[in-house]
């Protein structure tokens, strides 16, 4: 059984930082690449940041040199340091799996149950 779950969400004021941490199971974490996604209310989902197995990196043009999405292989852990927040980065983030990298597209086969980052002035 594949299991994708995220944490590290929270309420944060702008300009603060929060670390997003997501593990997956079930499945051989190095041959999948692995994507961070966010949706707002009433927003379509839309791709952040993802990170194809040979560790292409792929970024949002709203997050380019803010956020930064790294893996640690040994520990089936994909990260996401996010910096420089504004309120508008406020959304229900999730983690993505699938043996096949479609970088920001959001048609991963695997989803994790999401983690809230609130941001505030």
């Known amino acids: 059984q594949v299991q994708v779950v995220e944490s590290g969400g929270g309420l944060v004021q702008a300009g603060g930082s929060l670390r997003l941490s997501c593990t997956a199971s079930g499945l051989t974490f190095d041959d999948y690449a692995m994507g961070w996604f966010r949706q707002a209310p009433g927003k379509e989902r839309e791709g952040v940041a993802s990170i194809a197995s040979d560790v292409t990196t792929y970024y949002a043009d709203s997050v380019k040199g803010r956020f930064t999405i790294s893996r640690d292989n040994a520990k089936n852990t994909l990260y996401l340091q996010m910096n420089s927040l504004k309120p508008e980065d406020t959304a229900m983030y999730y983690c993505?799996?699938?043996?096949?990298?479609?970088?920001?597209?959001?048609?991963?086969?695997?989803w994790g149950q999401g983690t809230q980052v609130t941001v505030s002035s």
């Open positions: 993505a799996a699938d043996h096949h990298y479609y970088g920001l597209d959001p048609i991963y086969n695997y």
